[in-house]
């Protein structure tokens, strides 16, 4: 269990937020559809957050959608709630936190060398080994590297070694003949990313919630996963729920999840600090595996984040409330302006 954060009075009246999201709403925005054609649950994810910030909490929320504004729009600002974790330019994803660091404003996530350790699929893993975690067999192969097949046997499965929501990720990417593979791979060794390739462990995911409590990292109650596409793999259209085949469940802490959660949360207490966490696991005949963090995960309603957040009682608005209140703790004098006015 955990004792939920809430916000007090000063810093809610002092708190001015700046909202960035690709489908960053304003109050003059429609409600987006439950899926759109063309992002999938992405615009109403955003529209959701900014509307618990906006009216259920009742903060001061600048909302923007476009990274080219920044750093100006931070002017005016003392804190960034971002959900951009996705640009199309090497490293995006610690552009935002970058930026806030230099201007001194709390921004949520993590600091950006901890949000880098998270995104770089591969350092992450390598973390996870160091802590005696196991991992699937893979290898990186940069820009210019010859396609060669790895020294390890298939299934394979070609994924960009940054990014999140299973980007680039679609039914082609597994592979038992790596030769198959190979246009896959030498399409993903571009100038913004590298291919890393792996060789596919276990059935199904299990995903592994994490929130910051009083005294540290607490899990939520563990999300099992299964799609129908090649190996029970996620697609990116099936994340953005464009697609069918994906299925989630919650099996309550079965004695087969408790090695899964003891290591989520060795990770998670490896790598601290930050605002949340989801730890990803594969799982099958020969147990578990390490897959990925992410530090910048939807909270959604629709997502599974939140969903195994109100297995546990926590409403949508408590949720943001507890990791917003989270993040100004952790930042809270670490050389960042306070949450309130200057």
């Known amino acids: 269990m955990i004792s939920l954060k809430r916000l007090d009075d000063k810093r809610r009246a002092g708190l001015k937020i700046l909202y960035l999201a690709p489908h960053a709403p304003s109050s003059d925005t429609p409600t987006p559809p439950t899926i759109h054609p063309d992002y999938g649950v992405q615009p109403a994810y955003q529209h959701e957050i900014w509307d618990v910030m906006c009216n259920s909490m009742g903060l001061d929320v600048y909302s923007c959608s476009d990274l080219n504004a920044l750093p100006e729009a931070l002017e005016g600002r003392n804190y960034v709630f971002s959900l951009y974790n996705i640009a199309p330019f090497r490293n995006s994803e610690v552009y935002v936190s970058a930026l806030a660091a230099r201007a001194g404003i709390a921004c949520l996530g993590a600091p950006p060398n901890i949000r880098a350790l998270a995104e770089d699929k591969w350092l992450s893993k390598l973390t996870a080994?160091?802590?005696?975690?196991?991992?699937?067999?893979?290898?990186?192969?940069?820009?210019?590297?010859?396609?060669?097949?790895?020294?390890?046997?298939?299934?394979?499965?070609?994924?960009?070694?940054?990014?999140?929501?299973?980007?680039?990720?679609?039914?082609?990417?597994?592979q038992e003949d790596f030769n198959v593979l190979v246009p896959r791979v030498e399409a993903l060794q571009t100038n913004i990313d590298e291919c890393l390739v792996e060789q596919i462990f276990g059935d199904f995911d299990v995903t592994v919630p994490i929130l910051i409590g009083d005294e540290g990292p607490v899990s939520l109650p563990p999300v099992t996963q299964t799609s129908d596409s090649p190996y029970g793999l996620f697609t990116h259209r099936q994340k953005r729920k464009l697609d069918p085949g994906l299925k989630r469940e919650f099996p309550g802490y079965e004695s087969w999840l408790a090695p899964i959660v003891a290591d989520a949360l060795r990770l998670a207490r490896a790598i601290e600090p930050y605002d949340y966490l989801r730890c990803d696991f594969r799982f099958g005949p020969e147990g578990h595996a390490f897959l990925e963090l992410n530090l910048a995960c939807s909270i959604g309603s629709a997502m599974a984040f939140a969903q195994s957040a109100a297995q546990a009682g926590i409403s949508s608005e408590a949720l943001v409330e507890h990791i917003l209140v989270t993040s100004l703790d952790r930042q809270w004098g670490q050389g960042v302006s306070e949450p309130l006015p200057r």
């Open 129 to 174: 080994q160091a802590l005696g975690l196991r991992t699937p067999t893979g290898q990186v192969l940069k820009q210019g590297t010859p396609a060669q097949k790895p020294c390890f046997d298939g299934p394979y499965i070609a994924k960009p070694r940054f990014g999140a929501a299973s980007t680039g990720i679609d039914a082609e990417s597994a």
